[in-house]
């Protein structure tokens, strides 16, 4: 079965880091490009970051309203993927997903359930 | 960025019904859409791509299709499991957006 597995949220202050993994089971990490979305309580998801797949030399593509602040990477000898949070504002908190791509680089195919980041002014 | 300005913001329909929801691309965006059903409490999943590809698994009673920069969702006898969000996200470039979504309820 296709597994997409978020941690790593939790309470910060405002300023502070956290840095979010999504464990992935089921298939072949390592040929599938990879994006975080968050969704913030009662609004739409929004896109954050992207990552493409070994063969794509894991380039990647980030939303302008957290680039500089928010990276994406992954470790495919351990089927994980990453995303570190740095000067986080009281405007992060949502909800992270981990979505995987398919049929076609920015069709968010399966997603897993999430982690809660709330970040505290 | 690619604006999407998805309507209505909820709905309302008896069982059996036809509903349509739909999302206006601020520019072309040559089919580079797909359609998302989110249950409460839940992840969102993937319905449509390619603005009228049916996702695996996913009934027949919902299609997709364009009209220039406008994009419809249509749910055909409309089903209480069908209770949910519905979002449009672009993926034409860089950064993907979504549409602000569509609550729909059951009368």
């Known amino acids: 079965e296709v597994k997409l597995l978020e941690s790593g949220g939790g309470l910060v202050q405002a300023g502070g880091s956290l840095r979010l993994s999504c464990a992935a089971s089921?298939?072949?990490?390592?040929?599938?490009?990879m994006s975080w979305i968050r969704q913030s309580p009662g609004k739409a998801p929004e896109w954050l970051s992207f990552?493409?797949?070994?063969?794509?030399?894991?380039?990647?593509e980030n939303n302008p309203s957290v680039k500089g602040r928010f990276t994406i990477s992954r470790d495919d000898t351990q089927n994980v993927l990453f995303l570190q949070m740095n000067t986080l504002r009281a405007e992060d908190t949502a909800i992270y997903y981990c979505?995987?791509?398919?049929?076609?680089?920015?069709?968010?195919?399966?997603w897993g359930q999430g982690t809660s980041v709330t970040v505290s002014s | 960025d690619i604006q999407m300005t998805q309507s209505p913001a909820s709905l309302s329909a008896s069982l059996g019904e036809t509903v349509t929801i739909e999302c206006r691309a601020s520019?072309?965006?040559?089919?580079?859409l797909a359609w998302y059903q989110q249950k409460p409490r839940k992840s969102p999943q993937l319905l449509i791509y390619?603005?009228?590809n049916l996702y695996t698994g996913v009934p027949s009673r919902f299609s997709g299709s364009r009209s220039g920069t406008q994009y419809s969702l249509k749910i055909n006898s409309l089903q209480s499991e069908d209770v949910a969000s519905y979002f449009c996200?672009?993926?034409?470039?860089?950064?993907?957006?979504f549409g602000s979504g569509t609550k729909l309820e059951i009368k």
């Open positions: 990552i493409r797949n070994k063969a794509n030399i894991y380039t990647t």
């Open positions: 996200q672009h993926y034409y470039d860089y950064p993907f957006t």
């Open positions: 520019e072309d965006i040559y089919n580079g």
């Open positions: 979505t995987r791509h398919e049929v076609g680089a920015g069709v968010m195919a399966v």
């Open positions: 089921g298939f072949t990490f390592a040929d599938f490009y």
């Open positions: 390619n603005a009228k």
